[in-house]
């Protein structure tokens, strides 16, 4: 697939399922961040440019660099890199942006992810971000796909929290839905999940539950409860999804068999991929996987320029 002009990558990051609203937020964070922008440097000091870039590179000098793997993983950000180059290129006219793997496709090691042709400034100006960004979004992708493996061939799926990278999480959950994992709820609004502290304040599972529901008639509640002997509880006032924490795979078989008739069961607590199909031969729906976000390696990727 190649790229042209901005509006042509908008319209690949909408055909991915991300708001290139939101994403092009991101980049320009980014890049006032790394040009020494707001809250870098006090308003009125510093070049705003990339000063190496400047100083070496002649202003209207164009190249051709590849996005290319440095290790084996699962691709996700294609998009997002190229809506980078996109947006770096503008000042200085568009750039030729050519998408040779898509998002969710395994790679290995040197095959080329994208290539892009454009104003030399620009492309290294943007190098940095692109990077980061994809290969943070590829390191939560080869982690999700790593328990979506583990678990093949059960009807337990990977499931991701809010353990995010704040302001990035838009991107992370992409990068677990890409490569076969699903999203939790994206932020506090959208569900109640009600958890320990919760349940000490409001004084019980049940109570916690009630609160919940009676302030908001029709919202998703999960509860998350640590004893098999709440489950019971919670079910009797109507609860249809509930978090198993930190309970052995012996507790969680017994509820599950007991009620996975009418309630949604996910675990948590520390699972690891050796734990992945123990876990899921307690019949549980989902696993809750924060590590697949805050503690997943970068895919390591780099820009190559082509001589």
């Given at each position: 697939?190649k ?5 042509e990558?908008?319209e ?15 980049i ?7 040009l020494?922008?707001?809250?870098v440097l ?5 070049h ?11 202003a ?5 660099a ?17 809506a980078v ?8 006219g568009?750039c030729e942006?050519e998408?040779?793997r ?6 290995t090691?040197?095959?080329v ?12 100006t ?5 990077l ?7 390191g939560?992708a080869?982690?999700t796909?790593a ?7 059960t009807?337990?799926?990977?499931r ?19 490569a076969?994992g699903?999203n939790?709820r ?5 569900a109640?999940l ?10 019980g ?10 302030r908001?008639p ?17 079910v009797?006032v ?5 978090l ?9 078989r ?12 996910e675990?948590?607590g520390?699972?690891t991929l ?8 307690t019949g549980?729906d ?13 895919l ?8």
């Amino acid at each position: 697939m190649k790229f042209r002009t901005r509006s042509e990558v908008i319209e690949l990051i909408k055909a991915s399922g991300l708001d290139p609203d939101a994403v092009f937020m991101i980049i320009d964070e980014a890049l006032d961040e790394d040009l020494g922008g707001r809250g870098v440097l006090p308003a009125g000091t510093g070049h705003r440019v990339d000063v190496t870039s400047e100083a070496t590179i002649a202003a209207d000098a164009r190249a051709t660099a590849r996005l290319v793997a440095r290790s084996a993983g699962v691709l996700a950000g294609g998009p997002v890199a190229a809506a980078v180059f996109a947006r770096v290129c503008e000042p200085a006219g568009n750039c030729e942006i050519e998408l040779s793997r898509g998002d969710g496709d395994r790679v290995t090691r040197d095959d080329v992810v994208l290539t892009v042709t454009g104003n030399t400034r620009a492309l290294l100006t943007g190098e940095r971000i692109a990077l980061n960004l994809i290969t943070l979004m590829s390191g939560v992708a080869t982690a999700t796909r790593a328990w979506v493996d583990a678990l093949a061939g059960t009807s337990t799926r990977v499931r991701d929290t809010r353990k995010t990278v704040p302001g990035l999480r838009t991107l992370q959950k992409y990068a677990v839905r890409v490569a076969g994992g699903v999203n939790h709820r994206k932020c506090l609004a959208d569900a109640a999940l009600i958890k320990d502290n919760h349940v000490i304040a409001a004084g019980g599972v049940v109570p916690a539950f009630q609160a919940v529901r009676n302030r908001y008639p029709g919202l998703p509640i999960q509860v998350e409860v640590t004893r098999p002997e709440q489950v019971a509880e919670l079910v009797a006032v109507g609860a249809k999804e509930i978090l198993l924490d930190n309970m052995s795979p012996d507790a969680m078989r017994e509820v599950v068999a007991e009620f996975g008739d009418v309630v949604v069961f996910e675990a948590s607590g520390g699972l690891t991929l050796t734990d992945a199909k123990a876990v899921a031969a307690t019949g549980v729906d989902f696993v809750a996987v924060g590590a697949i976000t805050h503690s997943a390696p970068i895919l390591d990727l780099a820009l190559d320029f082509v001589e």
